[in-house]
């Protein structure tokens, strides 16, 4: 039991000492936010091709620091650089299983595109910009969802079949 306990401190040890090193750049401009919400205080602002310091991750949001000043950003604004032969970084992305220079451990449900069609896929600022524009906050949602004569239920936890 101890010698499971030590191994995960290493391991949690290793992780945060390569998060706290990784650097990207920013594949566009966006807003630094208190918090991961997309409604969150703005505290700042990158802008495209900025480098920027990774801090950490939460869920589809990085905590990143550019220019002096600290906040969170959408996962998909920063394109992180390669760590660059460290040995830690190899070992804990085998064992996560992310290794590779994008970090990407499987895709899957993608209909109609090639291997060729994804390695050669390009960012597209305008139409990140127009699924963003789709989103509401969750009074919006409720009022949408009531007018259309829904409303909420409680399931139990589905724990399997009994087969």
Same mark, same amino acid.
């Given at each position: 039991?101890?010698?499971?306990?030590?191994?995960?401190?290493? &391991?949690?040890?290793?992780?945060?000492?390569?998060?706290? $090193?990784?650097?990207?750049?920013?594949?566009?401009?966006?807003?630094?936010?208190?918090? @991961?919400?997309?409604?969150?205080?703005?505290?700042?602002?990158?802008?495209?091709?900025?480098?920027?310091?990774? #801090?950490?991750?939460?869920?589809?949001? +990085?905590?990143?620091?550019? *220019?002096?000043?600290?906040?969170?950003?959408?996962? #998909?604004?920063?394109?992180?650089?390669?760590?660059?032969?460290?040995?830690?970084?190899?070992?804990?992305?085998?064992?996560?299983?992310?290794?590779?220079?994008?970090?990407?451990?499987?895709? &899957?449900?993608?209909?109609? +595109?090639?291997?060729?069609? #994804?390695?050669? $896929? /390009?960012?597209?600022? *305008?139409?990140?910009?127009?699924?963003?524009?789709?989103?509401?906050?969750?009074?919006?949602?409720? /009022?949408?969802?009531?007018?259309?004569?829904?409303?909420?239920?409680?399931?139990?936890?589905?724990?399997?079949? @009994?087969?």
């Amino acid at each position: 039991m101890m010698k499971k306990s030590l191994v995960w401190l290493l &391991t949690a040890l290793a992780c945060s000492q390569v998060v706290a $090193a990784e650097t990207g750049v920013a594949l566009k401009g966006d807003q630094l936010r208190a918090d @991961t919400f997309s409604d969150a205080k703005v505290v700042g602002s990158v802008n495209k091709n900025d480098a920027v310091d990774i #801090l950490t991750k939460k869920g589809a949001w +990085l905590q990143i620091k550019v *220019a002096g000043k600290t906040g969170w950003v959408r996962l #998909l604004t920063v394109k992180r650089n390669s760590t660059g032969g460290s040995n830690v970084a190899g070992v804990v992305g085998v064992a996560t299983g992310r290794s590779g220079t994008g970090k990407v451990v499987s895709t &899957t449900g993608i209909r109609g +595109l090639s291997a060729e069609d #994804l390695k050669t $896929a /390009q960012f597209n600022e *305008a139409e990140t910009k127009k699924l963003e524009s789709y989103t509401v906050n969750a009074d919006e949602a409720k /009022q949408f969802a009531s007018s259309g004569g829904l409303s909420s239920r409680s399931y139990p936890y589905f724990t399997g079949s @009994t087969q």
